[in-house]
């Protein structure tokens, strides 16, 4: 789908770290007037790859700019595949502003948002998903976060799709063959191994897909709703939960009047809680409004803390409404409730108040999320993955329906740009190898 880039590119620069006051800043330089540069600011070109003590000084008048350290990445083997070079500096908007102005008149260019990550894709030395991998693990907020952006910076999930675009490319090319070819020496169940092949790829896409977005939850947060009857201490506990045991991360904007939301880290996990109005039937009609909202929220949330006062232990019967695993019974205000007997077994006692019991429902909550979403393979992150993946399916299961061959190639086609897309590397010249090479046709 993309070409190298033909034409010599322009040399960029940009500061690779975070502006404002600090111990140290990098200016990181890519394209082919870094070498030139870096001699001309640090007087020497370092040998590569190895970090040296310079002092940059202004090409112009001579003047010392800043002392630190200059490292030399030349192309092919840098993270952009161009010549790149890294200035250490001391980290002020001083010195950046200095080094960033001899830069500029030098004839370089100040790098666009992304557009390193984006002449590494171009020169083949990351795919989209890594790209993308390499946005979410700047972003990361929490160490799940971390993970799953570092596993498919490593290329777990390219590979994943990768692989199904060869297997897709291989059904198309034989199939193709069948139809372009008649008179050759083909084997003759080839048209029935194809629609064998279509079916099952078809399966495995499914199941991919079928994860319940996982990967895409992860990455935005997993869904927490704390339900249950009014003045149970729904909002006492959301305070605690969030104040005491764990960070908040990030406000969330757009909370409505009856679902108020919080981002935690939850031992790692990147958790929106969200407290919901009190469940109990009501003639008021905000109410209702409120209570329908709160009843969408819960059976909506990943995960959900059936929270009800311990004096009152016949209403831990509303959460009937919400049965399995992923509902925690959690028996609130036990502070209260001393010399009531003991709880049945699977509730857990805690008090809002007192925080008594909070460790042991953290340690629940995050222990169900863990089995939930820590998991070895590598999971879906993104809508966009997600649509081309969905429609690469659609063309496969088309494809295994229609009648004429011809229809069937063209489906399978689609489905193959469509997996294509999801990585960014789609060809027309790998369609003619695989035929070439599988068949040997013409010779
Ligand atoms: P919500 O309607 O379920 O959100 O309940 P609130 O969090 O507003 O709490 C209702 C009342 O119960 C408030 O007066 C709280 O101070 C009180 N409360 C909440 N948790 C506890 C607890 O663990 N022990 C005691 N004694 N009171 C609590």
């Given at each position: ?225 704390i339900v249950g009857p009014p003045n149970a201490g729904k909002s006492s506990l959301l305070n605690q939960l969030a104040r005491r045991e ?14 108020i939301?919080v ?10 809680l969200a407290d919901t109005?009190g ?26 803390l059936?929270v009800f006062d311990a004096t ?18 959690v028996a609130n205000k036990i502070d209260l ?12 006692p805690v008090s809002a108040l007192t925080g008594e019991g909070l460790?042991?429902l ?82």
């Amino acid at each position: 789908m993309r070409e190298p880039e033909q034409t010599q590119p322009d040399t960029i620069y940009a500061p690779a770290t975070a502006a404002g006051r600090a111990a140290i800043a990098i200016i990181r330089l890519s394209g082919p007037a870094s070498g030139p540069a870096l001699r001309t600011l640090a007087g020497k070109s370092p040998p590569a790859r190895v970090a040296r003590h310079v002092r940059f000084r202004d090409p112009e008048s001579g003047e010392d700019l800043d002392d630190g350290l200059a490292l030399w990445f030349p192309g092919p083997g840098s993270v952009t595949g161009e010549d790149v070079a890294e200035l250490h500096l001391h980290g002020s908007r001083g010195v950046l502003a200095a080094v960033m102005a001899a830069l500029s008149r030098l004839g370089l260019r100040l790098a666009e948002p992304g557009e390193f990550t984006r002449r590494a894709f171009l020169n083949g030395k990351l795919d989209l998903t890594q790209a993308e991998a390499v946005a979410d693990l700047a972003a990361a907020e929490t160490e799940a976060q971390r993970r799953q952006a570092l596993r498919q910076l490593d290329g777990s999930l390219g590979e994943i799709y990768r692989g199904w675009g060869e297997r897709l490319l291989r059904l198309l090319a034989h199939l193709e063959a069948a139809i372009d070819f008649p008179d050759e020496d083909l084997p003759p169940a080839i048209e029935a191994e194809v629609a064998e092949g279509s079916r099952r790829l078809a399966a495995e896409i499914g199941r991919h897909l079928a994860d319940g977005h996982r990967g895409e939850r992860l990455r935005d947060g997993i869904a927490v709703a704390i339900v249950g009857p009014p003045n149970a201490g729904k909002s006492s506990l959301l305070n605690q939960l969030a104040r005491r045991e764990a960070a908040i991360t990030s406000p969330i904007a757009g909370t409505t009047r009856d679902v108020i939301e919080v981002a935690i880290d939850l031992a790692g996990f990147p958790v929106v809680l969200a407290d919901t109005a009190g469940l109990r039937d009501s003639a008021d009609i905000i109410e209702q409004e409120g209570l329908r909202r709160a009843l969408k929220h819960a059976e909506e949330a990943e995960l959900r803390l059936f929270v009800f006062d311990a004096t009152r232990p016949e209403d831990a019967k509303g959460a009937a409404a919400w049965p399995g695993p992923d509902t925690l019974l959690v028996a609130n205000k036990i502070d209260l409730a001393a010399g009531q007997g003991t709880l049945p077994a699977g509730i857990i006692p805690v008090s809002a108040l007192t925080g008594e019991g909070l460790p042991v429902l953290v340690a629940g909550l995050a222990s169900r999320v863990g089995e939930i979403y820590d998991i070895a393979a590598p999971a879906l992150t993104r809508a966009r993955h997600r649509e081309a993946l969905e429609t690469a399916l659609a063309g496969l299961r088309r494809s295994v329906a229609a009648g004429l061959a011809e229809l069937r190639a063209e489906d399978l086609r689609l489905a193959w740009r469509s997996l294509g897309r999801i990585t960014g590397r789609v060809d027309v010249e790998d369609l003619l190898d695989v035929i070439f090479r599988d068949f040997c046709l013409g010779k």
